[in-house]
């Protein structure tokens, strides 16, 4: 099995940062990529950002320019950066990773979610 679990979640207000982190564990024997998905209230999941393998990150529109993604492949570990906070990046955040397991299998996993609340 794999597991990722998330940190550093919480309340900040308007323009302040937070970063989060992910560990991956389990049984993976390589990765393809990790990302951050959120959901804001009464929302669907969206795409913020994503790093593949190689470092190669893609970025919602919405967090350009505020938000930095990074990786260190070694601990299967990834982190989110975020500056520049405003209200509307309140959401659940959920990372996910995509990986191919023990089984030689491909799939994604996907962590329990930190909660983000940007508010004064």
């Known amino acids: 099995q794999v597991q990722l679990v998330e940190s550093g979640g919480g309340l900040v207000q308007p323009g302040g940062s937070l970063r989060l982190s992910c560990v991956a564990s389990?049984?993976?024997?390589?990765?393809?990529?990790m990302g951050w998905y959120r959901q804001p209230p009464g929302n669907q999941r969206e795409l913020v950002a994503t790093?593949?393998?190689?470092?190669?990150?893609n970025y919602a529109d919405s967090v350009k320019g505020r938000f930095t993604i990074s990786s260190d492949n070694a601990k299967n570990t990834v982190y989110l950066q975020m500056n520049s906070l405003k209200p509307e990046d309140t959401a659940v955040y959920y990372c996910?990773?995509?990986?191919?397991?023990?089984?030689?299998?491909?799939?994604?996993?996907w962590g329990q979610g930190t909660q983000v609340t940007v508010s004064s």
């Open positions: 996910n990773a995509r990986v191919v397991n023990s089984w030689y299998q491909t799939r994604d996993y």
């Open positions: 389990g049984r993976i024997l390589s990765t393809y990529a």
């Open positions: 790093i593949t393998n190689d470092g190669s990150p």
